[in-house]
Each structure stands twice: as C-alpha cells, then as structure tokens.
C-alpha cells in the first residue's frame, strides 16, 4: 500500500468526509493552517518542553477533523472543490490516470521534499528561519499539486467517468 492510500485510511476519509471536504474552506483552511500549525505546535517545545505534546497532538486533531469541520457545500464547480475531487479520483484510480498526471503528481511531492527536509532541520536545530522557509517551500508544491487534480478531475469528466462518492448530476 502507497504512502497517499496509507494517509487516507488514516484520516478515515468516507463519502460523507469527501464530500464535506469538497468545501472550499475546508480545503484552503487546510492548505493555509495545517503545517503551519504543526510547525508552531513542533517548535514549542523550547517554551513548553514536554508540555509541546499538547499543541501537536491539537494540531494533528486539527489536521484529522478539518475535512469534516465544514458543511458539504452546494455545488462543487469551486477550484478547490474541483482539486479535491481530483484528489479523491486519483487516490482510487491511479492506474487508470494519464501517465503524465500521475508523473506531475510524483514530481509535485518530490519537489515538496527539500523543503521539508530545512524544516524539519530548522525545528531540529531550533533554526525558526529554516523551519518557516522550509515549511513555505514544503506547501508551495501543494498547490501546484491541486491545480494538477483538477485537471485530472476536468479529464476524468470529460471522458464521462464517474467520481468516487458523488452523483453525475451534482456534477
């Protein structure tokens, strides 16, 4: 099992959960707070020491429960909603996507690493520089990553195929 289908499983991601994801705000609620979160939570440990485990575990509460923080939305045309029905359709269909969305898709994350990497070394070494820029250079990637799932989503429909969870007509 890949490492995306492991996170989904983890986040308990239903229909119902899909769908109230679906929402814009919970989507760029998501895009904008969850690492910044994690990384504020992460580095106060210097103020809190081991007390820091109350704010990460709030922050990978956060994280869990923000798809399911919002109302399913009324239509589904907005970008983000569109992104994370990308999402879902490339999650449950990967094999079945264009070559090139999924390469994208591969060169997105890989491209999120280096960031990631000055970030976790910022938090490490207690360098708040590092770990702000690395956690800037780690979600820049997203949200081309996004763009791309609507994209596969926009492809997905055009060729008349359903989307996991939802109704051709809601559509």
Do not use: Q
């Not at 360098?127 to 989503?153: S, Y």
């Amino acid at each position: 099992m890949d490492l995306m289908k492991r996170a989904e499983r983890m986040m308990s991601m239903d229909d119902r959960t899909w769908r109230r994801h679906c929402n814009p705000w919970s989507g760029w609620t998501r895009m904008l707070t969850a690492l910044p979160l994690l990384v504020l939570a992460v580095w106060s440990r210097v103020w809190l020491g081991w007390g820091a485990l109350i704010p990460i575990f709030l922050a990978l509460a956060w994280i869990w429960w923000n798809p399911r923080a919002f109302r399913e939305p009324k239509r589904f045309d907005a970008w983000m909603s569109r992104g994370v029905l990308g999402e879902r359709v490339y999650l449950e269909h990967r094999s079945e996507i264009a070559a090139h969305h999924r390469r994208a898709a591969l060169v997105l994350a890989l491209l999120s690493l280096p960031g990631a990497l000055v970030m976790i070394w910022g938090l490490i070494a207690l360098w708040w520089e590092g770990a702000v820029f690395g956690a800037i250079l780690a979600g820049l990637p997203k949200i081309w990553f996004v763009d791309r799932m609507v994209w596969i989503f926009e492809d997905w429909r055009r060729e008349g195929r359903d989307v996991p969870g939802m109704n051709a007509h809601e559509l």
